[in-house]
């Protein structure tokens, strides 16, 4: 269970595809923010609202910080093991086989669940761009997924939220199409997906802050930074543990350190530049919407916080005195600008987000066969599933079943639920890697590195200990994903993995024409979350 895949056998295939070095500070802080700004400041800006009201401007800020000293640990691993594989290589590395199948099965539930989480984002800007544009709506039943609890699915249908979401099935099902066709979309159309994005919430920022009231930032701290004594993923802290997923993303950084001139110094400006970046730009966003409409929680039935995707907060919304509250809001940032009379442009953020997203849900999709096609390579799954289709050159079945799990998913969980079981996955391999980091300082403190973590011995803890705070301060329910997510990996591993492993069995080989990805025409697509 301990044994690791020998680093110069990883590395060993990496040099067989080395790369020129070519990226500087700028190019790399530019890639950093393309990678960053994404579907997290769109979709989940409502959600945030609810569990911290305007503290989630400090959200924003303790989410950036840990994600800063993560990033300068596995911009460590990742100059010194520039393959495929992320978190799950180092590990496997490093630290052994059960750790690294561990990590490898919480990046498929990361990867996962974040594309279906994008697949709802999705749904919510299209069905108001509709509704706005055409008057046509679908009917609640079809357009957003049941309301659940920990006691099952809330039985009203008059609070309920719907039945299942079609438009992120429909989503969702599309990309995958591509996917498995191999359709190649280049650099370019990428950069423009980007600068989509960006443009639109800089006019969101131009139209919103001229529209502040000083009124709506009170009370700033409505739940508190822990949330109320016995309630789980509130307050500002739980707000940041969400918002954790607006900035994944950055490790697109992190990975390109083998393309780096100078890597020591130009990776840390990269990674440092593009979170500032996308912080202070997270936060002008932030408190746009927080002054023009204002950012209140709604309460429950009872007078009760309630966590946003929950059964009271259906219930709170559904009345129509809350109906037109950002907190409840499909798509927040749209909705702020139609409030404040600037429909059009509204429309238009709408529209950018729904031509945006789908090439994110392609991204995610693309990195969960890429961890499945690494671990099916490693012996540890079976191989079959990541066959290669004899026409289209592409991992086809992997791709199949990940898009129906996917759509699945999308069709009946909320986003934030979705985003904060995507963050517990994310949250378990970046403590890993920060770990990995420190063992590999003491086992092998002579091996060449590209690029060193400043003051190791207290980033790493640091961000092992951030990792863990924000961890413990999702919702109860997506705490509990994950170990029961890993339980069930722990039994395919011990029924499969542990006997096939090829480390196992002595085949230590390395690879050339797929040393860094899954034979796909597909490339990774920036703008992560």
Not at 120 to 126: A, I, L
């Amino acid at each position: 269970m301990w044994r690791v895949k020998p680093l110069d056998a990883i590395l060993a295939t990496a040099e067989k595809k080395s790369l020129h070095r070519s990226l500087g500070p700028i190019q790399l802080t530019l890639l950093g923010v393309g990678a960053i700004i994404g579907t997290g400041i769109f979709v989940l800006t409502a959600a945030a609202a609810q569990k911290a009201g305007p503290g989630m401007m400090w959200s924003f800020v303790i989410a950036g910080a840990v994600c800063a000293v993560a990033a300068l640990c596995y911009s460590e691993l990742a100059s010194m093991v520039p393959v495929s594989g992320s978190a799950y290589t180092y590990t496997y590395a490093v630290v052994g086989e059960l750790l690294a199948w561990m990590v490898g099965w919480a990046l498929i539930l990361e990867y996962a669940v974040a594309a279906s989480a994008v697949s709802v984002g999705w749904s919510g800007y299209f069905m108001g761009l509709l509704k706005s544009v055409t008057g046509i709506t679908l009917p609640a039943a079809l357009s957003a997924g049941p309301v659940w609890s920990l006691d099952g699915i809330i039985p009203h249908a008059d609070i309920s939220h719907g039945i299942i979401n079609v438009p992120a099935i429909v989503v969702a099902l599309a990309v995958t199409a591509l996917l498995v066709i191999g359709t190649t979309e280049s650099a370019r159309v990428n950069a423009i997906l980007v600068a989509i994005k960006v443009t639109a919430l800089t006019a969101f920022i131009a139209l919103t802050l001229p529209a502040i009231k000083t009124g709506n930032f009170s009370p700033f701290t409505p739940n508190g930074w822990f949330g109320p004594h016995g309630t789980s993923g509130l307050g500002v802290v739980g707000a940041a543990a969400s918002i954790f997923f607006a900035y994944v993303g950055f490790d697109a950084v992190s990975t390109a350190a083998e393309e780096t001139k100078n890597p020591q110094r130009n990776v840390p400006i990269g990674l440092i530049g593009s979170l500032a970046i996308c912080t202070v730009f997270y936060l002008l966003v932030a408190a746009g919407a927080i002054g023009a409409v204002g950012a209140q929680p709604v309460l429950g039935p009872g007078g009760e916080i309630v966590q946003p995707g929950s059964v009271g907060f259906a219930a709170a919304c559904a009345t129509p005195e809350n109906a037109a509250r950002l907190v409840c809001s499909n798509e927040a940032l749209a909705h702020v600008l139609r409030v404040i009379d600037w429909p059009t442009v509204g429309n238009a953020l709408g529209l950018a987000a729904n031509l945006a997203l789908p090439s994110v849900i392609l991204m995610m999709l693309f990195g969960q066969t890429r961890i499945f096609f690494v671990m099916a390579r490693d012996g540890l799954l079976p191989e079959k599933l990541a066959s290669i289709h004899p026409k289209w050159k592409t991992p086809h079945i992997v791709t199949m079943v990940t898009g129906v799990c996917v759509a699945i998913a999308g069709a009946l969980l909320p986003v934030g639920q979705l985003a904060d079981i995507s963050n517990s996955g994310t949250l378990f391999a970046f403590f890993m890697v920060s770990i990995a980091v420190l063992v590999l300082r003491v086992k092998e403190p002579s091996r060449a590195r590209p690029f060193k973590t400043p003051w190791v011995w207290v980033v790493a803890p640091l961000s092992a200990v951030g990792c863990v705070l924000l961890y413990f301060n999702l919702p109860i329910e997506a705490m509990m994903v994950l170990p029961v997510w890993g339980g069930l990996g722990l039994v395919i591993y011990f029924l499969y993995g542990f006997r096939k492993s090829h480390v196992g069995r002595g085949l230590i080989e390395t690879h050339e024409l797929d040393s860094d990805a899954p034979p796909s025409a597909v490339p990774p697509i920036s703008g992560a979350d």
